[in-house]
């Protein structure tokens, strides 16, 4: 449920650079909070 919350969130995008730039952000959150993301996943950190 986290994950589709932060990524996805039922969010229309208006065009694929809108996209891209999610994605990009995700991505980005992901490299600053691994332990907090790998708890999330249900991996020890």
């Known amino acids: 449920m986290w994950l589709k919350d932060e990524v996805i969130a039922n969010v229309l995008h208006k065009d694929q650079d809108d996209i891209a730039h999610s994605i990009t952000r995700f991505e980005h959150y992901v ?13 020890a950190a």
């Open 31 to 43: 490299l600053q909070h691994p332990d907090e993301v790998l708890r999330r996943i249900g991996c």
